[in-house]
Structure formats: structure tokens, C-alpha cells
């Protein structure tokens, strides 16, 4: 499958590493989409630059007024960190529902994302809290909005065989700030979502101050709805205002059937339901 | 290349392709078939072992990934004759039927245990969500993990 | 006799080996100077194969031969009859995507799967039919050209006169219920190692559940004698049915065959999973009539099965489905029409039930549906209805000793909650759903099935049981030899507990001899619930026999240590079995049954359509209880598999082919899926006086009412009937939309 296995001890080393071998190598994290892709005939590349022993890039941290999560953390450290359950609930919850327990011990948020999937949990989740992402290649280490990593299904901007991500960041969701996650799937546990959705609102003196609402797989990118987010900010959340906002979301998003994980009919309305009760959810939650 | 690990806490090096996961290495060259293979993309828990007292799926688990850690599996639970008393609480709840799924559950259990001694069973259920099980219905597989937890702490 | 095994938790004769992880699978064996082999599938559903290439195969360093149908003496086999190619010859046509080309064998496993690729196939596309209802019409194209149509068999029953019997009904309730295909998922996928041995017999080392007969099919494909072949059984991993036909070790042999080496084949969880047989779906349409009483007057059913590409077991499954497509109920006047049919789609075959599994789905949506429209409690209906010892069934039989339908629906519905107050049943208060979206709702459902194989078929075992004895005549170990495969069940502990109380001795002197068609007698394959009662007989029997031999030892003190008896059980000698009178369907259909009531507390969430089970009883009537421990794990694992029948399961394909290829595709439940809460109830009312100690067989049961009774529940909970498996959350929300659009 693979010619080489790498372990660079350094973001230097592993760009360098990156560029002696003109395109056959790639960065990898935890592996566990990469192995399965590399099985499949879905990355070409054969030399692994596995990022996972570089000091100081495990990180959970606060700092700045941002909480920045290093390429290397896990699913189940997030899903499992005080800080995060705390001040950016809704990617605990995200984290905390992909695959089972041994893929969330090994795959890393980064790779999620770097992965372009429409409804990766964490993806999602970091869409809704605005998140940017590191990214380091020969030109050095600059801060990108997380959606301009997307640029289609399965398609990321960054190229890992010549770049990487080194975090995420995000502004931590503080007083009169809340955060909800509603995912449907077939199964509990091993199931990738039907649909998932992750908000976060902000209310100030009963009136919401911000709103986003993130929605996955409705777009070939996790989806925000911008026109129901628009709707419900500047007022206060009542019941009728969700449900407003939920059905602006639902007509703005566009899945996909699939044969296995539901039709675009069943979906959409699902994106009505979900949102509402993550909205609702949330807005309690913000609630003093 | 080389791949180096504590297995069952005897250093083992081992010569490996560097596209080897570390099921291959385990049950191919190093023979020990006790780690299962039963979908072979990470969703089914039958390959579980642990790496650094953590539960891996190693069908898709580069072996190097290993390089330098502490690697269990269900051939290392067992002390000689003895069984573990999360071995032993299988037995006593005929938590396996077929077997095929039992050293991957038995490995989940184990990390499981090793960090939450006195888990619930809301928390049992959760730590063996990535095992999939054919035959028992996993209640008896919940009982037996219940009833370990409770004789290691009565142990203790 | 006294029991101090039999009824006792025994603890199983493997497990311990399973918890160490040192039980050997056919995967974990390995032969010095070992090839591999990996087979090259059909690309397509339904073409004539043009022309095979295995020349850039063949040219791949390492690749050791290419074999094809050119390499096979007689190219045919199947489990009732010889109608699949092992490999499909130049000219000859693919009839699913299971059907195989070639298989590549080399030095290393990867080499194999590489060249495998390598392998030039031209095929010529023919249409292709994927749902039997258009295939049994005339003018659909043919799976199998020579025959005349696709119907593989129609089977009727027919008793008294429905026509008359409708019109004189109050209340008639119809329905149309679909089941869907469904994969074994057995945990360990197929592997086998072909080899010589050191007789020069064709050995084959394999994951299977009915040794002796695929000796016969690899005799008839290698046109050799049996006595020159041979399989050994170690440990299986799960098989449900799915290993009752051969998919596997077959072309292990035949690698050794040509080859005279050890060739090993594992087949990974994609080929296991769209390579191998299903189970059956079925479309059953319904009428019920019943008297303002609750009294069922008439009922008719039309059932039509989809065989896939070959006939596998699919006319004994279709038997099986006649015969209990209107449940365990009195029916004075009954019609039944069952049809199997080929199509492009995968094979389908045995799977846990056998034919019993997709009919409680129709039968007991009916008995809900005519409980609604009479105003009555549908446990109170159902009892009123249920066969008892001595009624007569729609096929003309009288049921027997063994009947418990009643009382396992009784202590089912009583352990749910169900009060009897003057003779009326009064189902319990449900407690309040956990959120305002969600409904609560309670559904039954009981089911029964054979033990044993049915209709005529000579269902037998033969075991042998061997002493050895101490200096002081005293027992020292018991052998028993007898070909039951051990899929998990616990047969080999059962077994063993069974010899023990015959014999009198300690359970842990008993050890059952490796599974190896040169040393243990054949006994019939691992299915139709029935090594308890016929292989239980058998060794019963043997060991009766041996005790009798032994007493003698002991009574003319000759000094012998050695004791061996042989015992051939047929089921026929207790109960001799018919085929259906082509005319009337009426026979002696089945040796033995079993019963299972169970009861499903669920949730709705309905504006997601997900259902969620809280709590779940299981009871089940199988005669004595052998192993209390063992029947708590049937019980439980019958529920899993019945849960994913009813919820998440899907082996969905399209134009025949498969869409839901692997695990993260086809969702088999977790342990979060389950019932929250889950309470076992062994009945034991109706021990059949047959059985050994009274046991029946409760292999199957307990998945047959899983899905009517979660179905039920959602009705309960939402008004709406579920008439199509899976009962997803897609499909609720579907049905709960269209309700309320009317
Ligand atoms: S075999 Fe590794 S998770 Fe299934
Ligand atoms: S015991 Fe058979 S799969 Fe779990």
C-alpha cells in the first residue's frame, strides 16, 4: 500500500519532508479515513507523514481570546474536555457522536476537517462556531475561515501533500452565549448522520444578538443558513420565531437522496425539525 | 522497516512492510491470532487492542503507529492459567457465544475498566458502543463487564 | 434419571478458549508452503460471459495458476439441487453478482488480490429482473433459460371453503406487508484452507454448518468418492443459516485439487457481504374475516419470495412459509398461495427461521388490525384464536403435546403488565413519553416455528458415545462423536449435559471430538432449531446404549475399559412427516415446534419518525429448559437480530446490485440500538414428551415476533400501520405524513 512511513519532528521537517517527495506524500493524522481512502484507490499518495509525534501540537487551550485545538487532538480528548464542554458545547456533543469509541481515540478534528465531508460531525460543529484553521506550507503559517478550506464534496482547499493544518480556533461561547448539536442517524453508535445540525446564539437582553446555524449533508460544504440565521437575529425567541427560522433553513437547504441514508425529501423536512430543536435548545441554555 | 513496541510487555522489534496496519503485523507476523478481523473498516470493534492503555481498532491502525508504545492484546490479559477477572466474568455470564467478537469486547472492557473502575452501566454500554456482537444480544456482555468492575473493586 | 446437568447454567464447554482468544477459526490455521487464493466475481447481475482472459494474471510474478471452469470435473453444485456453475464457463451466463469467473492463486495474498484485478472479462449485458413479482410474469426475461418461467414453485393450501366463509364474516381486514432482503452478518467472515492429507484425501478446513453435505456436493463436483474427501470443522464464527450452503469451501478444495497444495481462501467482509446469500424477502397479501366475536372465520394469504439467482433451500423455506403464513391460530377455512421466484438479485436461503421469520410480520399486523376494527385487546383476540393441543391446523394436522401457544402468550402479556379482569385482558398504562414529540405505544406478537426438518424430509443424527473406564469400572471420561457444528448455539455444551445425566456423571467428564467427517458421524446440519431434539436424542440414546454396555461390564466384571455405542435418531420415528397433497397443501408438515410471545414497550418520535425501544419481554415455550444461561443468550441474541429486522437492517440493492456492500453500510444494532430493558421468561408448559428430558429447540424462535410486535407498538404509539421493513425513521415519518395528510 504504502512505500514509506514518516515521523518528522517538526511542522518544518514535515513540509520539507512534504516537498522532497513532489506530490507521493501526504500528511496523516490519525488514519482513519486515510487507510480506508489508501485501500480503496482513493489517495494515490505513498510515503505517510504521520503528524501525530510533533511536539507541541496535542493542545486544548485557551488562550488570546480564542481556544485553539492542535492537529493532533482526538475526538474523544474533545468530546471529553472540560474547556470544550464548557465553553463550545456543541463541538463536544459533535466530536463525541462519530463512529464508536475506538475511531474517536484515533481520528482527529483536523483530519475531519481536512477530509471536506458535508456532515462531519466536528466540521459542522466548527462552522457554527466560526472556527479558522492554521495553515502552514512553504509560504509559513497564516489563519483561514474554515469554509474557505471547503471547495466541493470530499474536496478541501488545502493540499495535503504540500500543506498542513496545525489547529483550529474559535472564540469560546461565553455568558448569555449557548450551543446545541441534534444529529439523526440509523443506528446510535457507528453511523454516519442522516442529517446533523449545530447552532449557536447569542441573547442579550432577551433578544438574540447572533445566530448561527450550521447543517450537514444539505450543500457539498457544511451549510450555514444565512437567510433563517438573518431572521431570527434582532428578535426575541419566541417559539414562533424558531419555527420561522427552522423552516427558512429547511427551504434554503438542498441535499442529496441516498439510497442508504435517506431521501432529499425526508431530509429536508428533518432540517426543519432539527433546527428547531437545537435553536430551542440553545436559546434556553442562553437564557440567564 | 523496523517497528519496535512493548507487546504484552515484552519488547518485540519486528522487520514490517510501511504499509502494514497492525492487525497484519499481529496475527501475520507475529502469529498471535487472538485479535480478530471482521470488517476490516474500523466498524466493528473485533480487531480492537490498546495502545497506550487506549482502544485502537487495529485493522486500521498503521502498525507504525506503534513504534515505541505499549501495545495489549488479548493474548497478554490473561496471567498463564488464569484467567482476568473480566475473562473470568465472561465465562460465568456466557458473555460469548460464537467468540469471534469476545477478545475485541474483552479488550474494550479492559480499557474501559482500567480508567473508570466503577463505571454505570449507562457508561458501560457506551465504552463497548464500537463493538458489534452477532450472537448475544450484548446483555449478557454488559452483566459480565458490570460484574468484573464489581469484583475488582471488591478486590481492591 | 436424575438432573444434575440438564436445567443447570452450565458453564459452556469453549468458552473459556473464547475469552483467551485461543479458539481457532478457519482464518487463523496456516500450512507450510501455503498459497492464497481470491476469487474474480461476476461484474454484472445478468450477461453472457464472452470471453475470460487470465493472461496478464498469469504473467504477474508469483501468481501460481489461474483457475477456471476448464479446471472443474463436473461444474455444478447446490444445496438441494446442482444448479450453480463453480465457475462460470465462456458462453455460459452470470445470474447475480455472487457468481464467480476464476480464481487466482499465488504466493502471497496480495500478489492474488492484485492479479485478481488482472483478469479480462467480456460480457454481454442482458436485462435484468429484480423484483419476482415482475419476474413470474409471462414474457419476463429468463434467469435460468431452459425452464419456462421463473416461478421456481407454487405451493397451495386449501381448507374448507374461504368464499362462503367470507361472506359470512362481520369484520374483514386486509393488508399488503413487504419484507426486505437481510444479510447473515455472522461476525467471522468465510474462510477455508484446502489440502492433501496424509491419506491423499481432499481436505478442507472451514467455517460451515453441515460438514457432511458439502462433502457430497465436493464429491459430485470433483467426481470423486467421498472416502476420498474430507472436512474438518474447528470453530465458527456465527452462521444463522448462512453457512448451510457453500460459498466458500468448495473452492478451497478445488484449489487443492488441482494443485495438490494447501491453498487458503478468507474472504473479506465486502465479499461476505455481497457475494453470499440472504434472507428471502417476502410479499404477502392478507384477507381476515372474523365474527363480531373475535372468532376468525376464514383468512387467505398470497406470499411470493424472492429466490435470487438459484434455488438454494428456497422450496423447503417457501414449505415452511405456507405452512405457517397464517399464523398459530384456528382457521376453519384457509387458503394459501405461495410462490418462489427467480431473480437477478442475490441468492437468498436459509436464515434463522427458515421461511417462519417473514410471515408473523403479515400474520400479526392482521391479528392487530382485526383487534382495531372489533374494538377487542389483542392479547385477548390472540387467545381467543390460538391453536391448542388437539385443534386442528390449516394443514389438516392435530397439534400436539408440544402446543404452548397460550400460555407463552399469557405469561408474556402478564410479565408486560396485562391485567385479566372478567375474562377480559386490559393492557397496561404506558407511563408518560420523555418529550412532547414523542408517543408511547405497546405492541404483541407471537409466532411459532418447526423443529426439525419437515414435509417428508428424512431428518436424522447419528452419534456415538465412548467410555473410558477406570480401574474401578468407574466412568473416567466420555467421548462423544457426533458432526454437530458448533455456530455458536452452545450444541457441544447442551450436548454434553445431555450425556451426562444419561450416563449419570459429572458434565465436565463429557468432551464432544473435534468436528472431522473421517471421525464423527454426520448429524445433519446446524439449523431448523434441531440438534437439541434430534442430535439430543441421538447422543441420549448412544449413551443410553453405552450405559447398558457398560452396567453389563460392571455385572459380568470382564475387565474391560473401553465402552462404544452407536445410535442413528430419526425424527420419523417419532413423528413421521408428509410432503403438502399438491391438490390440498394438507400434510403432516413438522416433527416438533416452538412458541415465543414476546412484547415491545417503544417510543415514537414523530415528527423523526425514530422508534425507540424501552423495555422488552421475550417468552418463549420450548419444552425443558437445557441450560437456563444458554437461554437467556438465544433469547437476547434472537431480539438483536429481530431489532435490526425490524429497525435499522437494509440489504438494499439496485437493478441486482448491492448498494449496502459492507458494515459501515448495513447496520447491524449496536448495544445502544436494544431495548433499554429486556426480561427473558422461559415458559416450559408444553414439554413435548419426544424431546430429550422434553426439550424442543429454541434456535429460532425468538426473532420470529420481534418485528409485528415493534411494528404493533408503533401503531399503539401513532396510529399508523408499518407495512413495509424496516420500520426506519424515514419510513414512520412517511406513513405518519401520509395519515395525516387524509
Ligand atoms: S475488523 Fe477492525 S473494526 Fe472490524
Ligand atoms: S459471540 Fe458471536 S459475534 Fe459475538
Redesign the interface.
Given at each position: 500500500m504504502w512505500q514509506n512511513y514518516l515521523f518528522p519532528a517538526t511542522v518544518q521537517e514535515a513540509l520539507e519532508m512534504l516537498a522532497a517527495h513532489g506530490g507521493q506524500a501526504r500528511i496523516i493524522a490519525g488514519g482513519t479515513d486515510l487507510v480506508l481512502q489508501s485501500q480503496r484507490g482513493q489517495c494515490a499518495a505513498t510515503v505517510m507523514v504521520d503528524i501525530t509525534r510533533i511536539p507541541g501540537l496535542d493542545a486544548i487551550e485557551e488562550r488570546d481570546g480564542y481556544i485553539t485545538i492542535g492537529c493532533q487532538v482526538t475526538h474523544a480528548r474533545i468530546a471529553a474536555s472540560p474547556l470544550i464542554r464548557q465553553k463550545a458545547e456543541v463541538l463536544a456533543l459533535a466530536c463525541g457522536s462519530v463512529g464508536g469509541p475506538q475511531t474517536r481515540n484515533v481520528g482527529t478534528l483536523v483530519g475531519n476537517v481536512v477530509n471536506a465531508l458535508p456532515a462531519a460531525d466536528g466540521a459542522v460543529a466548527l462552522f457554527a462556531l466560526e472556527a479558522e484553521v492554521e495553515v502552514a506550507d512553504a509560504d509559513g503559517r497564516r489563519w483561514l475561515p474554515i469554509a474557505e478550506m471547503y471547495a466541493g464534496v470530499g474536496e478541501c482547499t488545502i493540499d495535503p501533500c504540500v500543506q498542513m493544518v496545525a489547529a483550529v480556533r474559535f472564540r469560546p461561547l461565553s455568558d448569555g452565549w449557548a450551543s446545541a448539536y441534534q444529529r439523526l442517524a440509523n443506528r446510535k453508535a457507528l453511523a454516519l448522520p442522516i442529517l446533523n445540525t449545530a447552532v449557536v446564539v447569542g441573547l442579550e437582553e432577551g433578544v438574540c444578538s447572533e445566530v448561527r446555524i450550521a447543517v450537514g449533508p444539505v450543500a457539498p460544504t457544511p451549510f450555514r443558513a444565512r437567510e433563517a440565521e438573518a431572521a431570527l437575529a434582532g428578535q426575541p425567541p419566541t417559539p414562533e420565531a424558531v419555527v420561522r427560522a427552522a423552516r427558512l433553513a429547511a427551504e434554503a437547504a438542498n441535499p442529496r437522496d441516498s439510497v442508504l441514508r435517506g431521501s432529499r425529501d425526508y431530509r429536508k423536512a428533518m432540517v426543519e425539525v432539527l433546527v428547531r430543536r437545537a435553536l430551542t435548545e440553545a436559546v434556553t441554555k442562553a437564557m440567564p | 522497516m523496523l517497528l519496535e513496541m512493548i507487546l504484552n510487555g515484552k519488547s518485540v522489534s519486528v522487520e514490517i512492510e510501511p504499509g502494514d496496519l497492525l492487525v497484519q503485523v499481529l496475527r501475520e507476523r507475529l502469529g498471535l491470532i487472538g485479535t480478530k478481523i471482521a470488517c476490516g473498516e474500523g466498524e466493528c470493534g473485533a480487531c480492537t487492542v490498546l495502545v497506550d492503555g487506549v482502544a485502537v481498532t487495529s485493522c486500521i491502525y498503521p502498525a507504525m503507529k506503534a513504534h515505541g508504545r505499549r501495545v495489549e492484546t488479548i493474548e497478554g490479559v490473561a496471567q498463564d492459567h488464569e484467567l482476568h477477572t473480566i475473562q473470568q466474568a465472561f465465562v460465568d455470564h456466557a458473555a460469548s457465544q460464537c467468540g469471534y467478537c469476545t477478545p475485541g469486547f474483552i479488550m474494550s472492557a479492559k480499557a474501559l475498566l482500567d480508567v473508570n473502575p466503577q463505571p454505570t452501566r449507562d457508561e458501560i454500554v457506551a465504552g463497548i458502543s464500537g463493538n458489534l456482537c452477532r450472537c448475544t444480544g450484548y446483555y449478557q456482555i454488559v452483566d459480565a463487564i458490570e460484574d468484573a468492575a464489581r469484583r475488582m473493586g471488591e478486590g481492591r | 434419571m436424575q438432573l444434575k446437568a440438564v436445567g443447570q447454567?452450565v458453564?459452556?464447554v469453549?468458552?473459556?478458549?473464547?475469552?483467551?482468544?485461543?479458539?481457532?477459526?478457519p482464518?487463523?490455521f496456516n500450512m507450510e508452503g501455503q498459497l492464497y487464493a481470491k476469487v474474480v466475481w461476476s461484474a454484472h447481475p445478468h450477461a453472457v460471459v464472452k470471453r475470460i482472459d487470465t493472461s496478464a494474471a498469469e504473467a504477474v510474478p508469483g501468481v501460481v495458476r489461474v483457475i477456471t471452469y476448464r479446471d472443474v470435473p463436473v461444474n455444478e453444485y447446490g444445496i438441494n439441487v446442482h444448479d450453480q456453475p463453480v465457475l462460470i464457463a465462456e458462453g455460459d451466463k452470470v445470474r447475480w453478482v455472487g457468481d464467480r469467473i476464476a480464481i487466482v492463486v499465488a504466493e502471497t495474498e496480495r500478489i492474488a488480490a492484485h492479479a485478481r484485478d488482472l483478469v479480462q472479462v467480456e460480457y454481454e449485458l442482458l436485462p435484468v429482473v429484480d423484483d419476482p413479482r415482475q419476474a413470474m410474469k409471462p414474457g419476463a426475461p429468463l434467469v435460468h433459460e431452459d425452464r419456462e418461467s421463473n416461478i421456481l414453485k407454487h405451493i397451495v393450501i386449501r381448507r374448507g371453503d374461504v368464499e362462503q366463509a367470507f361472506a359470512q364474516a362481520d369484520v374483514i381486514v386486509e393488508g399488503y406487508y413487504t419484507t426486505h432482503h437481510v444479510e447473515?452478518?455472522?461476525?467471522?467472515?468465510d474462510a477455508a484452507l484446502g489440502f492433501v492429507d496424509d491419506e491423499g484425501r481432499i481436505a478442507v478446513i472451514s467455517s460451515c454448518q453441515w460438514p457432511a453435505d458439502d462433502l457430497h456436493q465436493i464429491a459430485h463436483m470433483l467426481d470423486l468418492p467421498e472416502d476420498q474427501l474430507r472436512e474438518i470443522v474447528p470453530?465458527?464464527?456465527?452462521a444463522?443459516g448462512g453457512r448451510e450452503d457453500m460459498y466458500i469451501q468448495h473452492l478451497a478444495a478445488l484449489c487443492a485439487f488441482v494443485l495438490r497444495r494447501p491453498v487458503k481462501i478468507v474472504f473479506?467482509?465486502e465479499e461476505v457481504t455481497q457475494r453470499t446469500g440472504k434472507r428471502h424477502p417476502f410479499y404477502m397479501r392478507h384477507r381476515t374475516g372474523a365474527t363480531r366475536d373475535g372468532r376468525i372465520v376464514a383468512a387467505q394469504v398470497e406470499l411470493i419470495s424472492d429466490a435470487g439467482a438459484y434455488a438454494s433451500t428456497s422450496i423447503p423455506v417457501l414449505g415452511n412459509a405456507a405452512s405457517f403464513a397464517l399464523g398459530p391460530y384456528k382457521i376453519p377455512h384457509a387458503r394459501v398461495d405461495a410462490y418462489t421466484v427467480y431473480t437477478n438479485n442475490a441468492v437468498t436461503m436459509a436464515m434463522r427461521g427458515f421461511g417462519a421469520t417473514q410471515p408473523p410480520f403479515g400474520y400479526e399486523s392482521q391479528m392487530d388490525k382485526l383487534a382495531e376494527a372489533l374494538g377487542m385487546d389483542p392479547v385477548e383476540l390472540r387467545l381467543q384464536n390460538l391453536l391448542d393441543v388437539g385443534d386442528i391446523a390449516v394443514t389438516g394436522n392435530v397439534m400436539t403435546a408440544e402446543t404452548g401457544a397460550k400460555e407463552t402468550l399469557r405469561q408474556a402479556a402478564l410479565a408486560a403488565g396485562w391485567r385479566e379482569e372478567d375474562g377480559h385482558w386490559i393492557k397496561p398504562d404506558l407511563g408518560t413519553p420523555s418529550a412532547p414529540y414523542k408517543r408511547r405505544g405497546i405492541g404483541v406478537a407471537i409466532a411459532y416455528k418447526n423443529v426439525g426438518y419437515s414435509l417428508g424430509y428424512d431428518d436424522k443424527t447419528t452419534a456415538k458415545v465412548e467410555l473410558s473406564l477406570a480401574e474401578s469400572g468407574e466412568i473416567a471420561r466420555v467421548l462423544v462423536k457426533v458432526a454437530a457444528v458448533e455456530?455458536?448455539?452452545?450444541v457441544l455444551t447442551a450436548l454434553a449435559q445431555i450425556a451426562a445425566d444419561t450416563l449419570g456423571v459429572d458434565v465436565d467428564k463429557v468432551r464432544l471430538a473435534l468436528v472431522d467427517t473421517t471421525e464423527t458421524p454426520d448429524a445433519g446440519s446446524s439449523s431448523a432449531s434441531r440438534h437439541v431434539f434430534i442430535s439430543g436424542n441421538a447422543v441420549a440414546r448412544a449413551a443410553a446404549q453405552a450405559k447398558e454396555k457398560w452396567q453389563a461390564i460392571l455385572r459380568d466384571e470382564t475387565g474391560e475399559m473401553h465402552v462404544e455405542a452407536e445410535y442413528t435418531f430419526h425424527g420419523r420415528s417419532v413423528r413421521p412427516t408428509t410432503p403438502f397433497d399438491p391438490e390440498t397443501g394438507q400434510c403432516e408438515p413438522h416433527i416438533s415446534y416452538s412458541y415465543a410471545a414476546q412484547v415491545a414497550l417503544v417510543e415514537v418520535d414523530v415528527?423523526?419518525g425514530?422508534t425507540e425501544i424501552l423495555k422488552f419481554w421475550a417468552a418463549a415455550d420450548a419444552g425443558k429448559v437445557i441450560n437456563p444461561?444458554?437461554y437467556?443468550?438465544q433469547?437476547?441474541?434472537?431480539?438483536?437480530?429481530g431489532v435490526g429486522y425490524a429497525l435499522?437492517e437494509n440489504y438494499?440493492q439496485?437493478e441486482g446490485r448491492p448498494?449496502?456492500r459492507?458494515?459501515?453500510?448495513y447496520?447491524?444494532?449496536?448495544?445502544?440500538?436494544?431495548p433499554h430493558e429486556?426480561e427473558s421468561i422461559a415458559v416450559e408448559s408444553a414439554p413435548d414428551p419426544n424431546g430429550p428430558f422434553g426439550a424442543t429447540g429454541l434456535g429460532e424462535t425468538p426473532t420470529l415476533p420481534t418485528a409485528p410486535a415493534i411494528t404493533n407498538a408503533i401503531h399503539d404509539a401513532t396510529g399508523v400501520w408499518i407495512e413495509s421493513l424496516p420500520a426506519?425513521?424515514?419510513r414512520v415519518?412517511?406513513a405518519l405524513r401520509a395519515a395525516h395528510k387524509l
Open positions: - | - | 447454567g458453564q459452556r469453549d468458552i473459556r478458549q473464547k475469552v483467551r482468544g485461543t479458539r481457532k477459526y482464518q487463523d447473515h452478518a455472522y461476525l467471522q467472515p470453530t465458527v464464527g456465527g444463522f473479506d467482509r455456530v455458536g448455539q452452545g415528527e423523526t425514530q444461561i444458554m437467556f443468550g433469547q437476547a441474541g434472537g431480539v438483536h437480530m435499522t438494499i439496485q448498494r449496502a459492507r458494515f459501515s453500510e447496520h447491524i444494532p449496536t448495544v445502544m440500538d436494544m429486556f426506519n425513521a424515514e415519518w412517511r
